[in-house]
């Protein structure tokens, strides 16, 4: 069987820690091109994965022996980018978010649906194993009904490449929910059964970010932009409320708090049981009443690389023409609630969410 080629646009962090690597991995896959506007990333990511280095994706949209994309650039290229490939005949696996706005995300739906091409995005929590193993127990009542679901996604002070594109609306859309919540809110919703969002009250703060120069961290990831010029616009904390067809999600996020404690976790709370998922498949308790005594179980697991596994999913849904957990149908979803966030804390009222 002929390898399928593949093609990653944006050779920053997620590309060189998660992309590359597992392509490189991946039997079925070969490497053909690495692309970056930037050319020394560009050139590092193809000599130490393989492919062919190239600076601009529009050199490569036309070639026919292309099979397939990763887009892992800004929020601001994710649509434009994707939808350029899906009408060039490309299967594209996009980073989370799936774009900047809802416009977007649905325009690249639409692109999607048009082409008849495979379109998934970057949600990688869907493929960790507590959380699928969690999925299955819900699935099969074994919390009975699940009417709460509360998620804690809460840093010091880790605001990232302050200044620069991160903290840009104009090109990420929005800071830690859009950042971090994305990937809260759509694990809530994969392992619930995919509810529908129904409404979403919300309150975004820009508070500890906007004096970039006084802003006071220990550590940052990404590139570190606290220069003159630099903008910090979106919201480095966030809670909300949101109703669906399932269950009611309530979460406090932020990127930066005068809290001095990092809380990544989501609680499942059930009418015969509950469960606490520490944040990226790190750990599963369950808690039980039986006998009249209560119950606490942790669950233990075989390691597992959610990366690997997104990978790994996105070769197979080519090769089979088969849509995964990840696809665009399910990330709109997670789009229409934050876009709802957003509006209902500029608006100061709940959202509906058509």
């Known amino acids: 069987m002929a390898k399928i080629k593949v093609a990653v646009i944006g050779c920053g962090s997620i590309a060189n820690a998660a992309h590359l690597p597992n392509y490189a991995k991946n039997a079925h896959v070969e490497l053909k091109y690495c692309c970056d506007s930037i050319p020394e990333r560009a050139d590092s990511a193809a000599k130490a994965f393989g492919g062919k280095a190239v600076y601009d994706y529009h050199e490569i949209l036309g070639d026919p022996a292309l099979d397939a994309v990763s887009v892992c650039t800004h929020n601001d290229m994710h649509a434009p980018i994707s939808i350029d490939f899906l009408r060039a005949g490309k299967d594209v696996l996009c980073e989370k978010p799936a774009a900047r706005t809802l416009p977007e995300a649905l325009e690249m739906q639409k692109a999607a649906a048009e082409t008849g091409k495979l379109l998934i995005i970057g949600v990688v929590n869907r493929f960790g194993a507590y959380n699928n193993l969690l999925k299955k127990m819900i699935a099969r009542g074994d919390l009975g009904e699940v009417y709460h679901v509360f998620a804690s996604f809460r840093a010091h002070r880790s605001i990232p490449g302050i200044g620069g594109d991160f903290t840009r609306k104009a090109v990420s859309g929005g800071g830690a929910l859009i950042d971090w919540g994305v990937h809260y809110l759509d694990l809530i919703l994969y392992c619930t059964g995919e509810p529908k969002p129904i409404a979403a009250s919300g309150a975004a703060f820009c508070k500890l970010g906007r004096d970039i120069k006084a802003y006071t961290y220990l550590s940052m990831w990404a590139d570190r932009t606290k220069e003159e010029g630099g903008v910090f616009d979106v919201d480095d904390s966030v809670t909300g409320l949101v109703r669906t067809t399932g269950p009611v999600v309530s979460f406090q996020g932020a990127w930066a708090q005068n809290i001095g404690e990092s809380e990544t976790f989501i609680d499942f709370l059930g009418t015969k049981g509950g469960a606490r998922l520490q944040y990226f498949d790190k750990s599963l308790v369950c808690y039980t009443a039986q006998d009249g005594a209560l ?37 709109v979803a997670t789009s229409k609630i934050m876009d709802a966030i957003y509006r209902s804390s500029d608006e100061g009222r709940e959202v509906t969410i058509a």
Do not use: H, M, W
Request: contains cysteine; negative net charge; proline residues 11%.
């Open 295 to 331: 119950a606490r179980q942790k669950i233990e697991l075989p390691p597992c690389d959610p990366y690997g596994a997104e990978i790994d999913s996105f070769v197979q849904s080519i090769l089979t023409r088969t849509p995964n957990q990840a696809c665009i149908n399910n990330a």
